[in-house]
């Protein structure tokens, strides 16, 4: 969700995952990335172009590889100039991560990145709770759909503590 903010504005749309799609999905609007934008990306693990830029979030440059964290594989699928690359990443049986970018195809999407990475039901709840914490950030909540629905900002004053999976914020 952090490289969907840093993408551009608009919207920030999050499917989470459920039994009859077991799938956490984040689709941003923003620049996109094409093929090249990709092989660039990938060479700057642990670099990092938003260093410095303190209105970027992460800066320490996994964040293109974080859905690894919790998931055996993820797909990402970037809009750009009409065209559609695809990035499939997967943990080989020794847990390296392996990486395959296919080449542009023609698209009519709209411009930006889809995430999408297949989670283990016993994240599921984990995931649901986690998101809640954008809920603090009006201005992020402001662009996030969450499950089709706009999210909605807390009501309660920050400085008091609530409960969000297990931690209290």
């Not at 993820?74 to 080449?103: E, F």
């Not at 709770?129 to 807390?154: H, K, T, W």
Request: with cysteine.
């Amino acid at each position: 969700i952090q490289n969907a903010k840093d993408a551009g504005p608009g919207k920030i749309h999050v499917s989470l995952p459920s039994e009859l799609n077991p799938v956490l999905v984040v689709r941003d609007f923003g620049r996109g990335m094409n093929e090249e934008d990709m092989r660039s990306l990938l060479k700057r693990v642990g670099a990092s172009s938003k260093r410095g830029d303190v209105a970027m979030a992460g800066q320490l440059g996994i964040g293109s590889i974080a859905p690894m964290s919790i998931a055996d594989s993820m797909t990402i699928h970037s809009y750009k100039d009409g065209a559609v690359t695809v990035l499939t990443a997967w943990k080989n049986d020794s847990g390296d991560i392996k990486l395959a970018i296919t080449p542009a195809v023609p698209s009519t999407e709209l411009t930006g990145t889809k995430v999408s990475v297949p989670v283990h039901p016993e994240l599921f709840a984990q995931l649901r709770d986690g998101i809640r914490v954008f809920q603090f950030s009006p201005a992020l909540c402001e662009r996030l759909v969450v499950n089709g629905d706009q999210m909605v900002p807390r009501a309660r004053p920050c400085s008091e503590e609530v409960q969000v999976g297990d931690h209290r914020v």
